[in-house]
């Protein structure tokens, strides 16, 4: 497969992001996946075309090594099979009909988002231990009112999807059926996906809630709870952004 500039680009984005997820401690040995839609820069070639971090393969590595420890996937023109194309076999996540399913989805709908990262983020995982944060927005509320940006750059807040077995088609449509409602959608002790136009838009928007969830342990580790900016305060910074 021909490497043209975009697709090294494309890559050097997942490397790049790969490397933030390990440098946060939301990748511990293989935890976590991307993928991404790069139909458009496969030169020649019909069908969908996917870049894929491997089965068992480090993020750490990704970053470092990127094609030593990616795939790139092409599915079959009936949709019922993907053969690997890249020069070097690495075989894709396990997670891929997860991701497949998501990126269909997102296809059906014609939504332009092309990239889809689960990550482990440590302080967003432990909040979903909590049974009182899972009810519907109630965690999106608590961290929207942590630090103004959340609010501002996670406007639709965090979906929740109680625990499902990781890379089910089960977890796969409870995700989906989240993502019109929200910018990043948490699976219940496990961990939190999101997509984006690029690879840098859903990390940002995970790193911006779980920075909210820093502030937000932070200071009960302090011995307080956080009080938030109030309802007024969010309503204020909601129509000064329209958001």
């Not at 990748?27 to 894929?52: K, M, P, Q, W």
């Not at 998501?102 to 231990?129: S, W």
């Not at 993502?179 to 996906?193: C, F, N, P, S």
């Given at each position: 497969?021909?490497?043209?500039?975009?697709?090294?680009?494309?890559?050097?984005?997942?490397?790049?992001?790969?490397?933030?997820?390990w440098q946060?401690?939301w990748?511990?040995?293989?935890g976590?996946?991307?993928?991404?839609?790069?139909?458009?820069?496969?030169e020649?070639?019909?069908?969908?075309?996917f870049?894929?971090?491997g089965?068992?393969?480090r993020?750490?590595?990704?970053c470092?090594s990127?094609m030593?420890n990616?795939?790139v996937?092409?599915?079959?023109?009936?949709?019922?099979s993907?053969?690997?194309?890249?020069?070097?076999?690495?075989?894709?996540?396990s997670e891929?009909p997860?991701?497949l399913?998501?990126?269909?989805?997102?296809?059906?709908?014609g939504r332009?988002?092309?990239v889809?990262?689960?990550?482990?983020?440590?302080?967003?995982?432990?909040?979903?231990?909590?049974?009182?944060f899972?009810g519907?927005d109630?965690?999106?509320r608590?961290?929207?009112s942590m630090?103004p940006?959340?609010?501002a750059?996670c406007?639709k807040?965090?979906g929740?999807v109680?625990?499902?077995?990781?890379?089910?088609i089960?977890?796969?449509?409870?995700?989906?059926?989240?993502?019109?409602?929200?910018?990043?959608?948490?699976?219940e002790?496990h961990?939190?996906?999101?997509?984006g136009e690029?690879?840098?838009?859903?990390?940002?928007?995970?790193?911006?809630?779980?920075?909210?969830?820093?502030?937000?342990?932070?200071?009960?580790?302090?011995?307080?709870?956080?009080?938030?900016?109030?309802d007024?305060?969010?309503?204020?910074?909601?129509?000064a952004?329209?958001?």
């Amino acid at each position: 497969m021909k490497y043209n500039r975009q697709l090294t680009e494309r890559i050097a984005e997942v490397a790049e992001v790969a490397g933030y997820l390990w440098q946060k401690g939301w990748a511990e040995r293989n935890g976590g996946n991307i993928s991404y839609n790069i139909t458009d820069v496969a030169e020649n070639l019909c069908g969908h075309f996917f870049l894929v971090t491997g089965t068992n393969r480090r993020m750490r590595y990704v970053c470092s090594s990127p094609m030593d420890n990616m795939a790139v996937i092409r599915i079959s023109d009936d949709g019922r099979s993907y053969a690997i194309v890249a020069e070097k076999y690495i075989s894709p996540t396990s997670e891929l009909p997860s991701h497949l399913s998501i990126h269909d989805y997102l296809l059906g709908r014609g939504r332009n988002q092309k990239v889809v990262i689960h990550t482990h983020p440590i302080e967003l995982v432990a909040m979903t231990h909590n049974a009182a944060f899972l009810g519907r927005d109630v965690l999106s509320r608590l961290l929207w009112s942590m630090i103004p940006e959340t609010r501002a750059f996670c406007p639709k807040g965090v979906g929740i999807v109680p625990y499902a077995l990781p890379g089910s088609i089960e977890l796969a449509d409870a995700t989906i059926a989240q993502l019109d409602d929200y910018d990043v959608v948490l699976w219940e002790k496990h961990g939190a996906l999101g997509v984006g136009e690029n690879v840098i838009e859903p990390f940002d928007m995970i790193d911006t809630l779980s920075k909210s969830a820093q502030i937000y342990m932070s200071g009960r580790a302090m011995g307080f709870t956080p009080a938030g900016m109030s309802d007024a305060q969010m309503q204020q910074l909601k129509e000064a952004f329209n958001l």
